[in-house]
Each structure stands twice: as C-alpha cells, then as structure tokens.
C-alpha cells in the first residue's frame, strides 16, 4: 500500500492530488518551482520541496530534480498529474528503478500509446475504425502527397508526439501540402523533440467524444462513459460535458466497448481516456491519453467515482472491485476551463497579481482551482488557473445552474476567459447541443 505520495506537478491538479491523499489517509508531498512559493494550496500537503527556478525544464520537467525530492521525502509513490512528466515513459522507467510506484501505466504502454501513429495501428488492429490516413509516420513529402491524393484532401499534418492542441497543420491541396509539411516536421522538431509526422483526412466538422477508462493490474478494465469537448479553440478545449448532447445510445456504447477492448489490447492499467472524432453518424479513434486529464471531474460528478483516489488504490494493486454492469451514469455535469488570458487580445496569456476572487457555490457547484486571492499567476505555466463545474438532473437544468454559477465568479487583477463561458452558455446552438469542433472558432470570428 502507498503511505507516502510526490506530488510532480503544480496548481490546480496538484491540489486536488492532495485532497485525494487526505481522504485516503495517504501522506502528501508536493513539489514547487520557486515562481510558485508561498501559493496557499503548499501548505495543505503534508511536506513542500522547491525543486528549481520559474522555467519547467529547471523544475517541474526537471527529472533529476524531482527524483531528488522523492529520495529525500522518502516516499513509496509519484503522481505526476497531467501535463509536464505525465506522459514521459522515461521518467516512470527512472521512478520504478528507483522502487518509486509511478500513478500511471507501465512505460511500454506509455510509449506505445504516447506514439499517436503506433497508437493508431494498435486501434486498427483491435478492429476499431481510425481516420483514414498514413500507416505510419510519413518521412518525405513526395509519400505524403501519395496519401493525400488517396485519402482526397483536406488533409491533416500531425506530429507523431504531439499534444494540447499543438503540431497540427491543415492541407487544402498539394501545393499547401508540399510547403506545410517540412514546416510542419520543423515545428514538431522544436515543440516535442520528435520530427515524426503522419497524415490523416481532415474530418470537415466532427465532435470530439472520449471515453474515461479504468483498469486494474488484474486484467479488469471498464470505461466510466464519455466527455463530449468539441467546444474547442484552436483544437483545445474549453468546455466539456457529460453525457454527450450530440451522440445517440448506440454510438455511446459502441465506443466505450472500442476503448475497453483497446485498453485490454495493449495491457493498460490505471486511468486514461480513448479520444474519438464522431461525424455523420460514425466514430472514429484518434488517440489515448495515458493520464488523468483535465476535464477527469466530469465523470466523477456523473458517475460518483473519485477517479485520483481510484488511480492511487490501483496503483497499489487493489483490484477495481466492480463490473461494467455496476457503473451508473447520472444526470449531467459541465465543465468550464477558467483560463488567466485577455479575450480582447485574441487570448494572450495574462499573468500576474490576482487582487480579488469570489467563487462560486451553492447546490451542485464544484471549484477546483488553487488561486485565491493575493495569488500570483506565474507566466511560465498554462493558463488554465481553475476549473468550475457544475452537475445537475437535466442538461438544462445543468446549463441553468452553469449560468448562475458564472454569473457569481469573480477574478479580478488579471484578464480571465470568464466573459467567454457567459457567452457561450448563453448560446442558442449550445443551448440545443448543436455544436461541434468548429462551433467557438466560429463563434469568435461573428
Ligand atoms: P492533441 O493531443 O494535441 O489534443 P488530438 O489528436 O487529440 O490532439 O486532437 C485535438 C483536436 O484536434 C480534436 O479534438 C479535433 O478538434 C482536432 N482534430 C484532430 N484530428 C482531426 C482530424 N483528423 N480531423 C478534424 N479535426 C481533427
């Protein structure tokens, strides 16, 4: 059993990765670069370590750094939340040689699934539909233009490691594939360490529908049901919800089997999501992610389930302790991502001193978020600074409930995207569920 947890990352997931320890009676100990002393959510943990200076790669990516802090706090486990190390198969290798139990599947799995063209293959091959495409990377633009004239365009230049939303490129005809795709190699190089590319149709306007899996080390795997997140900017979300207004019973169903089976194909265990496009009436696989993800607490308000104390219990070698058939999904739940950015400046990041914060609450309202207050937004993290969700019997109700909640939220000092969720829930195509990933960008350019 885990008595003694790092924690390998920052802010908002940090906090909640503490609070999971406290209710499981599990000692925590979080890390903070030096641009994030003195933030309140540090004192909550059982010990704090300051592992380096403001920038990731002299602190949270910093892996020497980290297993310092773990030797030192001599604990038996790392969570690394998501984002900066959660997907590095290499640290979760150097935290096992280290007889450190890493929250998170076994770096083979990571690795494979971590490679977006290998996962593809490992989906084709447990008879999933993927997005027509390439069979793999694609090293010259003469074998790219080959697929692009096979699969018709527009097609879509994707890095092999990429992640966030980023390493994308979107080619209309040969010309623009030609000239995106060393650009596109040479970013992938700078943005992930990995020029690998691989191609895939353009799906003109699909919805993003993913399904939450959890698995044992046993051999027991059972998905929680699905997110839908097409409200998206820039192919990143913004808002998610559960269940999908925009995908019928069958469809559901048919992809949480898919993840199940895909899971138990490549030996998963622990928490991870199974990412889909959907579009005229089909679905489609386009990745996993080997972590907890942002948009997690959704699920827990639907299904009940606390998905970290999960991931920590089985990251010990408990066994899941219930069947598919057990799992209820009830009533609705919606998430918004409140990000520190100026709407008005096509969404800067907007650091800096927080001089006032009033959260929400009331029936059916959830805040995860650590700043308060007097808290500092550092520049050199995502903006993401908190998450408000709210859950309810009824989407429309939900959405009703949504709307007050926001209606009560107040940050001031910096710029926040808050004025961007009253809009959108205030939408009358949202308000129908007839959106899908273009709909904000679409939105944002009325
Ligand atoms: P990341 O790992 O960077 O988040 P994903 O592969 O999960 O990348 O895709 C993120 C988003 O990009 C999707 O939700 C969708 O909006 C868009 N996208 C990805 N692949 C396609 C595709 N083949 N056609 C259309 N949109 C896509």
């Not at 209710?23 to 909550?44: N, T």
């Not at 030192?72 to 486990?77: E, G, Q, T």
């Not at 998170?104 to 993927?130: C, F, H, L, M």
């Not at 019928?248 to 199940?260: L, Q």
Request: a negative charge.
């Amino acid at each position: 059993m885990i008595s003694r947890l790092l924690i390998a990352n920052r802010g908002e997931i940090a906090l909640r990765i503490v609070r999971a320890c406290r209710e499981l009676d599990i000692e925590s100990v979080v890390v903070y670069s030096q641009a994030d002393a003195g933030s309140p959510y540090l004192d909550l943990a059982d010990e704090a370590i300051c592992i380096g200076p403001g920038p990731s790669a002299q602190s949270y990516l910093s892996i020497p750094s980290i297993i310092s802090a773990a030797e030192i706090a001599n604990v038996d486990a790392v969570h690394p939340g998501y984002g900066f190390l959660a997907e590095n198969a290499h640290f979760a290798e150097v935290c096992r040689a280290n007889n450190i139990e890493f929250v998170g599947p076994e770096e083979d799995t990571i690795r494979r699934v971590g490679d977006k063209a290998e996962a593809k293959n490992a989906a084709k091959a447990a008879g999933i539909p993927v997005v027509e495409g390439s069979d793999g990377p694609v090293e010259t633009d003469e074998k790219a233009l080959d697929i692009a004239r096979k699969i018709g365009y527009p097609v879509l230049i994707k890095a092999v490691s990429g992640g966030g939303g980023r390493g994308m490129r979107i080619a209309h005809n040969d010309i623009s594939l030609s000239s995106g795709f060393q650009t596109a190699r040479a970013e992938a190089e700078t943005a992930f360490g990995d020029s690998s590319v691989y191609i895939e149709k353009y799906l003109e306007n699909p919805r993003h529908v993913e399904i939450q899996i959890i698995a044992d080390k046993h051999g027991h795997v059972v998905h929680l049901g699905e997110r839908d997140c097409s409200v998206q900017r820039r192919h990143q979300k913004v808002i998610e919800e559960s269940p999908s207004p925009g995908i019928p019973n069958d469809a559901r169903k048919a992809m949480g089997r898919a993840a199940v089976k895909l899971a138990k194909q490549v030996g998963y265990h622990g928490a991870g999501t199974v990412e889909f496009l959907y579009e005229h009436k089909k679905f489609y696989f386009i990745e996993v992610n080997a972590r907890i993800q942002v948009e997690h607490p959704v699920t827990e308000l639907t299904t009940g389930i606390d998905l970290i104390k999960e991931q920590i219990r089985l990251a010990s070698g408990e066994q899941l302790g219930y069947k598919q058939q057990q799992v209820q999904q009830k009533g609705h739940a919606i998430e918004c991502r409140i990000n520190a950015e100026d709407p008005d400046r096509n969404f800067t990041p907007s650091p800096g001193l927080i001089t006032h914060v009033t959260t929400p609450g009331g029936p059916g309202v959830r805040v995860d978020s650590h700043v308060t207050t007097g808290s500092r937004v550092p520049p050199y993290y995502d903006s993401m600074i908190g998450k408000l969700l709210v859950w309810s019997d009824t989407r429309t109700s939900a959405i009703t409930r949504m709307r007050r909640a926001l209606d009560e939220y107040r940050i001031e000092g910096i710029k926040t995207n808050l004025p961007l969720h009253r809009r959108i829930l205030r939408n009358a195509y949202f308000e129908r569920g007839e959106y899908a990933t273009h709909f904000l960008d679409e939105l944002l350019t009325t």
